[in-house]
């Protein structure tokens, strides 16, 4: 099952986007039982983890975007999603979601100053 992310875009400083991470065609409880992963890579860079969302409500996030990013599962849409808030010309980057070591093919977040 390959991942789907849509709902990138280009935003002001301060701005906030929300990601959206579609794994059509999972077996539902397969969905539930494994992690999700958010993922971006900036022009340059190593691919880096944002955010993780495991079962039993395990969230983590990576230094950079605590308290601005908030990352949620939707479990009967099979959808997990990444809220950004107070976005930053560093938060420029591809954003990838990853399933059961399996990527989608991104969406650009780019933060203009």
């Known amino acids: 099952v390959q991942p789907v992310e849509s709902g990138g875009g280009s935003v002001e400083a301060g701005g906030s986007l929300r990601l959206s991470c579609l794994l059509r065609?999972?077996?539902?409880?397969?969905?539930?039982?494994?992690?999700v992963n958010w993922y971006r890579q900036a022009p340059g860079k190593q691919r880096e983890l944002v955010a993780s969302t495991a079962p039993g409500r395990m969230i983590t996030y990576a230094d950079s975007v605590k308290g601005r990013f908030t990352v949620s599962r939707d479990n009967a849409r099979k959808k997990v999603y990444l809220q950004m808030s107070d976005l930053k010309p560093d938060d420029t980057a591809i954003y990838y979601c990853n399933f059961n070591q399996q990527w989608g093919q991104g969406t650009q977040v780019t933060v203009s100053s």
């Open positions: 065609g999972v077996i539902l409880s397969v969905f539930n039982s494994n992690t």
